[in-house]
């Protein structure tokens, strides 16, 4: 089973600041997924990665296949970025399907 | 389109009573799933299916069943609830297994039981 794990679990910040958010994991995957998170909502996907870099307006994702580590970043935050970002992953088990591992999640808070 | 639907938001059970949560999606996904959210843990799968007829058991199944008996609907079953599901509950679902697929998350469903 593959361990995720996040940093840091808690994280507030000021408006405009450069965030970082950190998910390592144990074992091969064949890709990671970012989700977002808000107070008593859904989950939304916000990237799927299995090498690189990805860039979507303010987020951009990194992987980092041969270190097992991936990075969420937020430039220019803003109080709408406060949320739940959840690492999961999956790995190819052969037709197996596992479903993703999950991290416990970074509690991102935004203050104007 | 309107992704993954949950049902119902919220739900409060007595001990030993059965519900059925539902989840349907218009996307024409093979995958879908079953998760609960627990304070301080990660999504655990409850449940998966591969595509209709076909189900299978994740790493927290105990105390819950499900069927696949169409592409869109996943309904999942408590037998007969006890406060340890108390929890949050996801569907999600994927085009096909997750890899180098996104997936799609329901807006989930709260449930106590007392």
């Known amino acids: 089973k593959n361990e995720v794990e996040q940093s840091p679990q808690n994280l507030t910040a000021q408006e405009g600041e450069f965030i970082t958010i950190n998910c390592s994991y144990s074992v091969g995957i064949s890709a990671l997924h970012w989700l977002q998170q808000h107070p008593g909502g859904g989950i939304v996907s916000l990237f799927m990665?299995?090498?690189g870099k990805k860039k979507h307006g303010r987020l951009i994702a990194t992987i980092n296949i041969q270190e097992k580590h991936s990075s969420l970043h937020i430039t220019a935050s803003h109080p709408r970025d406060s949320a739940v970002y959840i690492c999961a992953v999956e790995m190819y088990s052969g037709g197996g399907a596992d479903g993703l591992t999950f991290g416990k999640g970074t509690h991102l808070i935004i203050q104007p | 389109n309107a992704g993954v639907t949950q049902t119902p938001k919220f739900q409060v059970l007595k001990t030993g009573q059965s519900m059925t949560l539902q989840c349907a999606q218009d996307m024409n996904h093979e995958y879908m799933s079953w998760y609960r959210q627990d304070p301080g843990m990660g999504l655990r799968l409850i449940h998966y299916?591969?595509?209709?007829?076909?189900?299978d058991q994740g790493e927290v199944p105990n105390g819950y069943n499900v069927s696949r008996s169409t592409t869109e609907d996943f309904p999942l079953r408590l037998l007969s609830a006890a406060p340890s599901q108390t929890s949050v509950y996801f569907c999600?679902?994927?085009?096909?297994?997750?890899?180098?697929?996104?997936?799609?998350f329901g807006q989930g469903t709260r449930l106590t039981v007392v």
């Open positions: 990665l299995s090498s």
């Open positions: 999600a679902s994927s085009y096909g297994l997750f890899w180098n697929t996104e997936a799609f």
């Open positions: 299916s591969v595509g209709a007829g076909i189900t």
